[in-house]
């Protein structure tokens, strides 16, 4: 009588035990993968968030400073900084700054609030962040193609020449007389983008601006 087919005997309780740690230990492996990669796309999707915003911050300022007829003020602290300064733009060109206009503010204002880390823009009454949290330093400086003022000779007319030339009184702040001749303006932004520091710069030549004094 020939022997049949062994039957299939199965896995024994120790099989069982050792497949179901083996499965437990890749399982867990799967998921810490899973939840690393996770973390890393929300945290690139933050930093592109950052870099995007600020990098449409840079455009619009950079658009709106060329397209400035006037330099209405600019807000200075005790230590020389430019927090803040006030355009005019002349945007349905109709020939005059619109100081009221609702609808389409023709007057703007960039400030740059240090503790806050934000970067404000202001006008027609309403005021939103342009970046929030975000802003390490935001770096703003007022020059003037005026070369006549450049007193060291280094070929930049800071706006700290101007205030202290004739033009005007010298008392580290600029009036209207030395605001009208600030047409180069350059803002330097450092963003923190997750762990990384990223700097925008932007530098416009103010050739729309009424022309001012010599």
């Known amino acids: 009588m020939s022997a049949g087919r062994p039957r299939d005997a199965g ?4 099989e069982m035990l050792v497949g179901m740690a083996l ?4 399982g867990t492996l799967l998921l810490g993968f899973a939840i690393g990669t996770t973390g890393v796309a929300d945290d690139v ?3 592109s968030n950052t870099s995007g915003e600020a990098r449409l911050a840079v455009e619009r300022m950079t658009r709106e400073l060329r ?6 003020s600019v807000t200075i ?4 900084r430019v927090l803040a300064f006030t355009l005019g733009i002349d945007f349905d060109g109709q020939g005059g700054v619109e100081a009221n206009a609702a609808d389409d503010p023709e007057v703007l204002t960039y400030t740059w609030r240090p503790e806050e880390r934000s970067l404000v823009l202001s006008g027609g009454g309403d005021s939103a962040d342009v970046l929030a949290g975000g802003v390490v330093k935001a ?3 007022l020059r003037s193609s005026q070369w006549i ?4 000779g280094d070929g930049t007319t800071t706006w700290q020449e101007i205030d202290d030339s004739s033009v005007s009184t010298s008392d580290d702040q600029l009036d209207a007389a030395e605001l009208a001749l600030i047409d180069l303006v350059s803002v330097e932004l450092e963003v923190q983008d997750g762990d990384t520091t990223r700097q925008f710069v932007v530098q416009a030549d103010m050739r729309n601006r009424d022309g001012g004094p010599a």
């Open 11 to 14: 896995f024994s309780l120790v």
């Open 23 to 26: 499965f437990a230990v890749l």
């Open 45 to 47: 999707r933050a930093d």
């Open 67 to 72: 397209q400035a007829s006037e330099i209405r």
């Open 77 to 80: 602290d005790d230590e020389g």
């Open 139 to 141: 770096d703003l400086r």
């Open 149 to 152: 003022h450049d007193t060291n």
